[in-house]
């Protein structure tokens, strides 16, 4: 609180009786945690600063922030600063849903859909499960061979993009969370073209890149009669890719003398990704929402307004996480089949290890 009075120019001036009213302090900082209650407060009049500090105890976080006002003859108290530096993650226990599929409430499961039609029918060539793990502070990238020889819930055996063909998104996530147990929270599906919209409207991206994949693109572009967009630097190392040039980079699995298959396209696919994420390392959570608010409306997904700000209100934390990546399978766990009607698919060499695998890496605390 403060008075004030008139001085002979008729400027208002403000003198300091107590700090700054609890209420005032509150209603601020359940601007960024609603369920933030008062611990207590520090003032000192003489220096003119007042700190407010507030306990947070939810599903991700448990600490105190402190939101700091400094005091002004010409305006009295005025917010200076807010800090949540004092929160810890919590840590979430991995338990099984009513469906019997494992959860953790600090673990996010977003599924990355790529997709070869802008009506979204067809088949999915880009399956990866983006994991948001707040508990060990990493964020794993897991993707799915397409040609993995999977059980399709209505559907008998398949290969796994052909879920998508049968019954897009849903059945896709369905047939993946019966097959390891796992729950999935989110999708988000792209097609060539809004892929490139997106990568185009975020600016380009940073990719490391060989000289080898450089060919590839410049290939494809003088191929497709693409030219026009931009060659790429033959040199490799980090190059600026527009939308096009980054959609023939995670489409390359070689060819024309090019090296690569459709694993080392899953890992060029990852490497985008990380590449994006790292992009926006240092952007703040008001910029990163409206950057998730941007890229919400070139896909589709069931990402919800409150699903963008929970992710961009700990951003500076999620930004921040370590990178993981693996493959299904990988090396030793896999070798070439044949299905009944001739085609060429995956072929799993031990099912149950890879599954108990798969869950343990995604859920560390599982025992």
């Not at 067809?122 to 061979?145: E, P, W």
């Not at 809004?194 to 590839?216: C, P, Q, R």
């Not at 980054?246 to 890992?267: H, P, Q």
């Not at 390392?281 to 929402?289: E, G, H, Q, T």
Request: aromatic residues 12%; hydrophobic residues 35%; contains cysteine.
């Amino acid at each position: 609180m403060y008075s004030k009075a008139v001085a002979e120019d008729d400027n208002l001036e403000f003198y300091a009786l107590k700090g700054v009213e609890k209420e005032i302090a509150e209603k601020n900082v359940h601007n960024h945690y609603k369920d933030a209650e008062f611990k207590e407060q520090k003032t000192d009049l003489k220096k003119g600063v007042d700190r407010l500090y507030f306990k947070v105890d939810n599903k991700l976080l448990i600490g105190t922030v402190v939101i700091r006002y400094d005091f002004s003859k010409e305006k009295g108290w005025v917010y200076k600063r807010f800090s949540d530096k004092k929160l810890e993650i919590k840590k979430g226990i991995t338990h099984k849903d009513k469906k019997g599929l494992l959860t953790n409430a600090n673990i996010k499961n977003i599924l990355f859909l790529g997709v070869d039609s802008d009506s979204g029918v067809g088949r999915s060539d880009c399956m990866m499960l983006i994991s948001v793990d707040a508990n060990t502070g990493k964020i794993k990238q897991t993707s799915f061979m397409r040609d993995n020889w999977f059980e399709i819930p209505g559907y008998g055996t398949n290969k796994l993009n052909s879920a998508y063909a049968f019954g897009g998104a849903a059945l896709t996530i369905k047939t993946i969370e019966n097959t390891f147990g796992i729950k999935i929270d989110n999708y988000v599906r792209v097609s060539f073209s809004t892929f490139k919209n997106v990568i185009n409207v975020l600016g380009g991206v940073d990719v490391n890149i060989t000289s080898d994949e450089a060919g590839y693109i410049n290939w494809q572009l003088n191929k497709n009669g693409q030219a026009s967009v931009g060659l790429v630097s033959t040199a490799g190392g980090v190059t600026h890719l527009n939308g096009q040039q980054a959609l023939w980079l995670c489409r390359d699995r070689g060819g024309n003398g090019f090296g690569g298959d459709d694993f080392t396209r899953s890992g060029r696919q990852r490497r985008v990704i990380r590449s994006i994420v790292g992009d926006y390392r240092n952007y703040s959570p008001s910029k990163i929402l409206s950057v998730l608010y941007t890229l919400k409306k070139n896909v589709k997904t069931n990402l919800t307004a409150d699903d963008l700000k929970w992710y961009a209100q700990h951003s500076t934390r999620f930004l921040g996480f370590k990178f993981q990546e693996r493959c299904v399978p990988q090396a030793g766990e896999w070798q070439q089949g044949t299905s009944a009607g001739g085609a060429w698919i995956i072929q799993l060499n031990n099912f149950n290890q890879l599954k108990s695998d798969i869950q343990h890496y995604i859920y560390e605390d599982l025992k």
